[in-house]
């Protein structure tokens, strides 16, 4: 079993957004910065179990700058066996689709597993441009995955409900809550990750049609109108003739 | 013109299809060009995709659609917008259109921009859109140069707008090959899904036991109202996990979020902090939630919220 996991990294989820330069890039002083979150817990986590019951290798891959290979050794704590790295600024979800597919055509990987998003962009778009660019089915928000012989059987969240549905290898997935369990890595797995190969990987000139030109940040809320406790027609009046929302 | 995926889950166009072709035709016309909306597999009321706007309805009959297949339906639509000269194409940001707005991208050498809130602007050849990021916490606009482009539409972020007739469905015909074999679909009959819900009422560990969600079903039952709940809710099994919302679960922007119990931790503001207006009910008046709220009830929640509901019902019974 050949398993690629993609990994992104993003800001912590408790993160102050900013931007600089006019609003035209993202500020990251004094961020810290996470492997995000569906990545880490469900697809990486998903990916070593599979490895554990049925033999094979775990590799994680991230387009990222050097400075992202603390993240990348988290991969490797947790259970990533070795760990690829190209080595480019993640302009977008286009350029990182690209590279990814580029890699992977030649590896013959069985499952790619992606994040069902990431927590910057929520754009949900790489794994599904991925699998287009190496024509294999692509089972998106996948809250549960086993696989039996080459067939794997998954279940995908769609809205108020559950596709259960088989497909065969290869193919590549988005992982949701659900298909794993947060692993906290152990020290053993910290120790072993420093040695594991991390082999970084030249880039391939793309050039996206799609770009983020401005950021702003949401308008501030008007200030909390608090309501008499003991006056809840007042509450649904202004509901209805102030918000107009009822 | 603009080619509008007006998607069909289970053979029936619900609200996104609406809002997608609504949004199709809006663009359309800032473009000066038409709109036009194709549905795949046995669709029961695609006509009424003219009343949003659509001028022509194309369909592939193709029972293989009947079972959603990302690659599958990613070649069929670009097929149409290749064979009709589409330079817009819009979908829903929902399972299905997040399944597949990437393969066209791919397809199609277009930019895409996924889940946008807004009308397009024209700049010349390029549209200017804008999308939620960093979980809500900003806004970005993107600029998109490719000829052809492509553009998932977020739920709720555009009200259906009937503005035409219904109109009759053409056959259209494109290859399906897909790969993945759908055995069974589960879903909640009766429930308006989160995402599509226009009023969600959501609850938090302030109401201490799963024994006590009565006050919060009557209330949504008042309200036509979809159920929610924060994480550690879910987490501990007091309900379903297709009810959490935020970060970790779903992405919500109803109308209405009414928040009870809840305190409003930033990973579960990331995910509701886009609805229109937010009532926040708890007994701390420190709680976090308040900052983000419009409308604030300061106290006991099982106090309030049967209160709540009786205004509401007195409300609606002279409405
Ligand atoms: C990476 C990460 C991701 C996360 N993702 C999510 C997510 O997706 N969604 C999510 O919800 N959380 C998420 N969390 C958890 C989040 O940080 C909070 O812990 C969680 O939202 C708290 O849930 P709560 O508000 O129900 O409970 P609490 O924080 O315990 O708040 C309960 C509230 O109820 C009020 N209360 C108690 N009794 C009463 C009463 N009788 N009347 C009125 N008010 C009362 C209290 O004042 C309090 O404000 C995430 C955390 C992390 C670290």
């Not at chain 2, 009200?159 to 056959?171: D, L, M, R, Y």
Request: hydrophobic share 45%; charged share 20%.
């Amino acid at each position: 079993m050949k398993l690629l996991v993609c990994i992104s990294q993003t800001p912590d989820t408790t993160a102050k957004v900013s931007f600089k330069s006019d609003g035209k890039e993202f500020d990251a002083a004094g961020v810290q910065f996470i492997m995000n979150p569906y990545d880490e817990w469900y697809a990486l986590v998903r990916a070593c179990e599979l490895r554990e019951t049925l033999g094979g290798s775990v590799t994680a891959l991230n387009v990222g700058p050097a400075a992202n290979e603390t993240t990348i050794r988290k991969a490797l704590a947790i259970g990533a066996d070795d760990a690829v790295r190209i080595n480019a600024d993640p302009q977008s979800a286009g350029f990182v689709a690209k590279q990814i597919a580029e890699y992977a055509r030649s590896q013959n990987f069985d499952i790619i597993f992606f994040g069902k998003e990431t927590i910057d962009y929520n754009g949900s778009e790489v794994g599904a441009m991925v699998a287009e660019y190496l024509d294999m089915p692509y089972i998106s928000y996948a809250s549960k995955l086993d696989l039996n012989g080459n067939t794997a059987t998954l279940e995908r969240d769609i809205e108020g409900g559950v596709e259960v549905l088989e497909v065969d290898l290869p193919f590549v997935v988005s992982a949701a809550k659900g298909m794993a369990e947060q692993r906290i890595p152990n020290m053993r797995g910290i120790m072993t990750a420093r040695t594991k190969p991390l082999v970084e990987v030249a880039p391939v000139a793309f050039e996206d049609a799609a770009k983020a030109v401005q950021f702003t940040l949401p308008p501030a809320k008007a200030g909390v109108k608090l309501i008499d406790p003991e006056n809840m027609d007042e509450l649904v009046r202004l509901l209805h003739e102030e918000a107009k929302v009822i | 013109m603009v080619l509008v995926f007006a998607e069909s889950p289970r053979g029936i166009l619900k609200k996104a299809a609406f809002e997608a072709v609504t949004y199709g035709k809006k663009t359309a016309d800032l473009l000066g060009t038409s709109c036009v909306a194709l549905t795949l597999g046995s669709v029961k009321n695609a006509g009424e995709l003219g009343v949003y706007g659509a001028s022509r309805v194309l369909n592939i009959a193709d029972t293989a659609f009947e079972h959603f297949d990302s690659q599958a339906v990613a070649a069929a639509i670009a097929t149409i917008a290749q064979q009709n000269g589409a330079t817009v194409v819009v979908l829903s940001h929902t399972s299905t259109g997040k399944s597949i707005a990437g393969r066209l991208s791919v397809r199609l050498n277009a930019g895409l921009v996924s889940g946008v809130n807004s009308l397009p602007a024209v700049n010349g050849a390029a549209l200017h859109v804008k999308k939620s990021v960093f979980s809500g916490k900003a806004i970005a606009e993107y600029q998109i140069d490719s000829a052809v482009k492509v553009l998932s539409l977020m739920g709720n972020a555009v009200k259906p707008e009937a503005t035409g007739a219904a109109i009759s469905v053409e056959n259209a015909s494109a290859g399906a090959k897909g790969r993945i074999r759908v055995k069974e679909v589960k879903t909640q009959e009766g429930i308006v899904p989160l995402p599509e819900a226009e009023i969600v009422v959501s609850a938090g560990r302030g109401m201490k036991d799963p024994a006590n969600w009565g006050i919060v079903e009557d209330l949504a039952t008042t309200l036509h109202a979809t159920t929610a709940c924060s994480r550690p809710v879910a987490d501990s099994h007091w309900r379903p996990h297709h009810e959490h919302v935020g970060q970790t679960g779903i992405a919500i922007r109803p109308n209405l979020y009414i928040a009870i119990g809840i305190s409003g931790a930033i990973q579960h503001l990331a995910g509701v902090n886009n609805s229109k207006v937010i009532v926040v009910i708890n007994k701390d008046p420190e709680a976090p939630f308040f900052k983000a709220a419009d409308y604030g009830v300061v106290g006991d929640l099982f106090d309030i919220v049967p209160r709540l509901n009786a205004s509401f019902k007195k409300f609606k019974a002279g409405h």
